[in-house]
Structures are given as C-alpha cells and as structure tokens.
C-alpha cells in the first residue's frame, strides 16, 4: 500500500507541474502600450470655422504581432468636432501613425466658456484565442480653450528673487480669453511683511488682441529694501467691463544667514560631533563657510574646534560638521558660542550645551531559545511541520478512498 501510494503522489506532482506549465505557456504575458506625438499642444481655440490637424503614433512593446484601437473620449459637444483618420491596426508589429483632425464649424455651438480636454485613447484589442491577457492603453489630452463672447482678460505675474538694490523683472502675462480685443490698464503692488504697500507700479493702455496675449514690461527697484519675503498683487480692469487679480511672493536676500540649531548635548569622556544647521539669506552662493565652536566648562576648562569650509546655495540650509574632544572633560552645564564664517563676513551666537557621563552600554540578556533555537524560529518550524503533516494525511486519506472505490463489489449466493 504504502509503495502505491508514493507512485500515485509522484503521479500526482508530475500532474499539478504540467498543469501550471500549460496554463504559463497558454497565458499572454502582460504588456503595455504607448502613444507618442511630434506637437506640443498647450490648447487650441474654439473659433469659428478654425482646423487644426496632429501627428500621432501608436508604439507597441510586444515582440508580435497585434491589434490596437484608436479613440477619443470627452465632452459630447465637442466630440463631434474632432476625428481620427485610422481608427485600428490591425497585426501591427511597429510604429502605427495616424492623424486627429478638429474642425469647427461658423456657427458655434453653446457651450460654457473654460478650458476643456478630449482624450487620445490607444488600446489594445485581443486577437483571439485562449488563455489569460492583459490588455492596456494610454492616451494624451487635447485642450480645447472656448472663448467668452466678449472680452475677458486673465492675468498671472512672477517676481525673481534677487538681492537688495536690484533691478528685478516683473513678469506680468494679460491673457484674453475672450473674442473681442480690449484695452487693459491697472498696477502691480508691492507688499512687504507687514502686508503694507511699499510701492506701485503703474501701467495703462495694453491693448490685447482676441484670444491672444500680452506681456507687461515692468522694472522693480529694491533700493531700500530690507531683508525677507514680499508680495506683489497685479490689479488688472478692462475698458471698464471687468477685472481680475494675480499675485505672487518672491524673496529679497541680504548677505547674511540664520543660525538656526546647534547640538545642545556631549558626552564627557569622548571625542563628540558638533553640528550647526545654518540657512542662507543671500540670493548668491556663499563661499568659504565654516565654523568654530568655543566652550567653557563650569570649572574654566576651554575647550574649541572648527568645522571643515563648506560652500552654501541661495536660500538653502547646510550642516556644519565639526569634533569636540571632550576625553578630558567633566560634566556640566557649559557655555561657549558659536561663530559661522562666510564671505569675509562672521556671525555669532551664544549657546549653552549639558555635558553628561558617558552611558554604558549593557549587554543586552540572552533571547530564549527552544533546542539551541530562537522561540521565533521553533514556533515557525512547529507550524511548518503541523501543514506538512496535515497535508500528507489528506494525501493517502485521498489515495486509500480511491483504491477502494476501484474494488468490484462481492455478490451474495442464493440459499
């Protein structure tokens, strides 16, 4: 019994393995889809009978042949708009290429204005047969800008960062959505911390043109001002019809930084780092920073180093990386200062730092084994073992009920 029931486990393995092989090799592997395009597209207008027309390309990634479906997805009204001048590929093993093409006719249909997008979708689409697939798309959007019947001007503004006594640009972009030209005017304001207006920059008569754009020259001078953050609020009015805002924060830079931590805890007895953390507040790169950190130590014991030179990016922060021997020293409440040299320039700051005993360090107590084994780990193999020996009593249970359904019944004898 016992040797039949082996062959029929082996017999049972060999048939489980054929089993997942012809399920691998009967599966479609999983792939993917691309779309590409030559354009860059931001948006096009909704005008009266304007066209327009895009280069795009299906790329597949499988290694064979195989089908693939174009199409657009989006807003119904505008949909109708807009076709595709291949719509399928069929057993396509490279580049596929087909065209978009929008046409808009003269009399334009109601729709709110805004910004709008339809979808280039390419998917791909089984040729047959069995097994398991998985199918994938991609896609790219077209924007569609529908315009107000009248003028209707938005507005967006940048400020650089820049030092004090700067000439800065002010980038200030008027754009009309709308399908008549307009005459714009208004101011950018400048605002400082306090949210106060420090200065006014004026501008009137831009004219811009329908669904175009303009771009507002204007100078900042920063004379004067102080270190720190700023706003700058663009005020925009339309002949009369309309108006909008834009704003923006941008940062004027002195040469000089913050000291922002240090680390406030050594150990006596021991060779300890010392960090510094320092943030720029120049619109330049500092060069040459360092630091030398002095301390004194309740007892009048002097003890210093310095940080290696470091160079420090605009705006950003660094850490200061020096060693304090402190093998000789006692424990206490110490006082010192730090100072952080940049640029021909120095800043100091008074610290206090708590010098403690060195900490010893325990051996941490024995895990419990079971059998030279970690508790984990016996607790694991125990588990495993019960499966194991589950499993194999459902086996020959399986076996034994098999081999006696296959033994013919014994008749009974007439008396």
């Not at 406030?264 to 300890?272: D, M, Q, R, T, Y």
């Given at each position: 019994?016992?040797?039949?029931?082996?062959?029929?486990?082996?017999?049972?393995?060999?048939?489980?393995?054929?089993?997942?092989?012809?399920?691998?090799?009967?599966?479609?592997?999983?792939?993917?889809?691309?779309?590409?395009?030559?354009?860059?597209?931001?948006?096009?207008?909704?005008?009266?009978?304007?066209?327009y027309?895009?280069?795009?390309?299906?790329?597949?990634?499988?290694?064979?042949?195989?089908?693939?479906r174009?199409?657009?997805?989006?807003?119904?009204?505008?949909?109708k708009?807009?076709?595709?001048?291949?719509?399928?590929?069929?057993?396509?093993?490279?580049?596929?290429?087909?065209?978009?093409?929008?046409?808009?006719?003269?009399?334009l249909p109601?729709?709110?204005?805004?910004?709008?997008?339809?979808?280039?979708?390419?998917?791909?689409e089984?040729?047959?047969?069995?097994?398991?697939?998985a199918?994938?798309?991609?896609?790219?959007?077209?924007?569609?800008?529908?315009?107000?019947?009248d003028?209707?001007?938005?507005?967006?503004?940048?400020?650089?960062?820049?030092?004090?006594?700067?000439?800065l640009?002010?980038?200030?972009?008027?754009?009309?959505?709308?399908?008549?030209?307009?005459?714009?005017?208004?101011s950018?304001?400048?605002?400082?911390?306090?949210?106060?207006?420090?200065?006014a920059?004026?501008?009137?008569?831009?004219?811009?043109?329908?669904a175009?754009?303009?771009?507002?020259?204007l100078?900042?001078?920063?004379?004067?001002?102080?270190?720190?953050?700023?706003?700058?609020?663009?005020?925009?009015?339309?002949?009369?019809?309309?108006s909008?805002?834009?704003?923006?924060?941008?940062?004027?830079?002195?040469?000089?930084?913050?000291?922002?931590?240090?680390?406030?805890?050594?150990?006596?007895?021991?060779?300890?780092?010392?960090?510094?953390?320092v943030?720029?507040l120049?619109?330049?790169?500092?060069?040459?920073?360092?630091?030398?950190?002095?301390?004194?130590?309740?007892?009048?014991?002097?003890?210093?180093t310095?940080?290696?030179?470091?160079?420090?990016?605009?705006?950003?922060?660094?850490?200061?990386?020096?060693?304090?021997?402190?093998?000789?020293?006692?424990?206490?409440?110490?006082?010192g200062k730090?100072?952080?040299?940049?640029?021909?320039?120095?800043?100091?700051?008074?610290?206090?730092?708590?010098?403690?005993?060195?900490?010893?360090?325990?051996?941490?107590?024995?895990?419990p084994?079971?059998?030279?084994?970690?508790?984990?780990?016996?607790?694991?193999?125990?588990?495993?073992?019960?499966?194991?020996i589950a499993?194999?009593?459902?086996?020959?249970?399986y076996?034994?009920?098999?081999?006696?359904?296959?033994?013919?019944?014994r008749?009974?004898?007439?008396?």
């Amino acid at each position: 019994m016992f040797l039949k029931f082996n062959i029929a486990s082996e017999k049972l393995k060999i048939f489980l393995i054929l089993l997942v092989l012809l399920f691998i090799f009967n599966s479609e592997s999983s792939f993917g889809v691309g779309i590409g395009s030559s354009q860059i597209i931001k948006y096009i207008d909704m005008l009266p009978e304007a066209s327009y027309s895009f280069n795009y390309f299906v790329s597949p990634t499988r290694s064979y042949p195989f089908n693939y479906r174009v199409y657009l997805e989006g807003d119904e009204t505008l949909l109708k708009f807009f076709s595709v001048s291949q719509s399928f590929f069929s057993n396509l093993t490279g580049r596929g290429y087909f065209n978009v093409n929008v046409a808009f006719p003269q009399e334009l249909p109601p729709i709110d204005p805004g910004l709008y997008t339809i979808w280039v979708t390419v998917k791909e689409e089984p040729i047959g047969g069995g097994g398991i697939s998985a199918i994938s798309a991609a896609r790219m959007p077209i924007n569609v800008r529908v315009l107000y019947a009248d003028a209707y001007i938005k507005a967006s503004i940048a400020v650089p960062n820049g030092n004090v006594g700067d000439l800065l640009s002010v980038n200030l972009k008027l754009e009309n959505w709308g399908r008549q030209r307009t005459t714009c005017y208004g101011s950018v304001k400048i605002l400082d911390g306090s949210h106060t207006v420090i200065k006014a920059l004026p501008f009137e008569d831009v004219l811009v043109e329908a669904a175009s754009s303009e771009n507002v020259p204007l100078v900042l001078d920063t004379t004067g001002f102080l270190q720190g953050e700023y706003t700058a609020i663009a005020e925009v009015y339309w002949e009369g019809k309309g108006s909008t805002t834009a704003s923006t924060t941008f940062l004027i830079g002195n040469l000089d930084l913050n000291i922002k931590s240090y680390t406030e805890e050594l150990k006596a007895g021991e060779i300890n780092p010392f960090e510094i953390v320092v943030e720029s507040l120049w619109n330049n790169p500092m060069e040459d920073v360092y630091a030398e950190i002095k301390l004194e130590s309740p007892d009048g014991k002097q003890f210093s180093t310095k940080t290696p030179t470091y160079t420090l990016d605009p705006w950003k922060e660094l850490t200061l990386k020096g060693y304090v021997d402190l093998t000789e020293a006692t424990t206490g409440r110490y006082k010192g200062k730090v100072i952080v040299h940049f640029d021909g320039k120095s800043k100091e700051k008074n610290i206090k730092v708590d010098v403690t005993s060195k900490e010893v360090v325990e051996a941490p107590a024995p895990a419990p084994t079971v059998l030279g084994l970690s508790t984990g780990v016996f607790i694991g193999l125990l588990v495993a073992i019960i499966a194991l020996i589950a499993l194999n009593v459902f086996v020959v249970l399986y076996f034994i009920r098999r081999e006696k359904s296959k033994k013919p019944k014994r008749s009974r004898r007439r008396k």
